[in-house]
């Protein structure tokens, strides 16, 4: 599983959280429209995993599935069961197709830290509304988001130096304040949010590094003379490729 797919994962599992929360906090008039704005909020993330990961994203769908036709009607303790068997769910999932090494490099955590704050810029946006009012729903989406992201960044920082860990720190810290307790408008948090976003892509995996490590390599094999190191090339039967002048 590519760290992209992950993170699209991590998401999903964190915003199924939020909705059995906003259950147990608020119930719905009708499960069937609980059901509903759930499903269209995690739809588009579940074809972006198959875009990317079909056999994750069949997994995924099965689990997602399961899920819903397991909610209670009105049974908060059944709820709780259902959520924490989705939640295990996901875990075979990852663990299935992720080594333990890739869940402890930064690069991983990078991506996935990343992907939650663009979902919370979204939600956030959702949540606050110009006039000042706060949907309830979004908002509790938004602040379960943020507390995952702030996972995210101390599972990268790990390995971070000392500098880049001060720094992004001090960036989530400043963030969670505007979410939880000043609640910033949306643009104002645009703002904070782009700071760890900058500071994470010092551990992305970059494409650029691979095609240059590539091409060093090639540039490595070859002769300093201009040949490539396995010599020479020969004509046809043996001969110079580039015969003597008369």
Do not use: C
């Amino acid at each position: 599983m590519k760290a992209d797919t992950f993170a699209r994962l991590v998401v999903l599992e964190t915003l199924i959280d939020a909705e059995i929360g906003h259950f147990l906090e608020e119930r719905p008039t009708t499960m069937e429209a609980f059901r509903e704005s759930l499903v269209s909020r995690v739809s588009d993330l579940v074809d972006e995993i198959d875009a990317l990961d079909a056999v994750a994203a069949a997994r995924t769908y099965d689990a997602v599935v399961d899920f819903l036709s397991e909610l209670p009607e009105d049974d908060e303790e059944e709820m709780i069961a259902v959520a924490i068997r989705f939640r295990r769910a996901a875990d075979r999932i990852v663990e299935r197709a992720m080594h333990e090494r890739e869940l402890k490099d930064p690069s991983t955590w990078a991506v996935v830290l990343d992907r939650l704050l663009d979902e919370l810029a979204d939600e956030y946006h959702t949540a606050i509304k110009p006039s000042g009012e706060i949907r309830a729903r979004e908002y509790l989406r938004a602040q379960l988001l943020l507390a995952r992201a702030r996972e995210a960044a101390d599972r990268m920082l790990w390995e971070a130096d000392e500098e880049v860990n001060t720094e992004l720190r001090s960036e989530m810290d400043r963030l969670t304040f505007a979410v939880r307790h000043q609640r910033l408008k949306p643009q104002a948090v645009d703002v904070l949010i782009r700071a760890p976003q900058r500071t994470a892509t010092r551990y992305r995996p970059s494409t650029l590094t691979r095609i240059g490590a590539f091409v060093l390599g090639q540039v490595l094999r070859r002769d300093p003379s201009g040949r490539p190191k396995d010599g020479p090339r020969s004509g046809p039967r043996g001969t110079d490729a580039h015969p003597a002048k008369s």
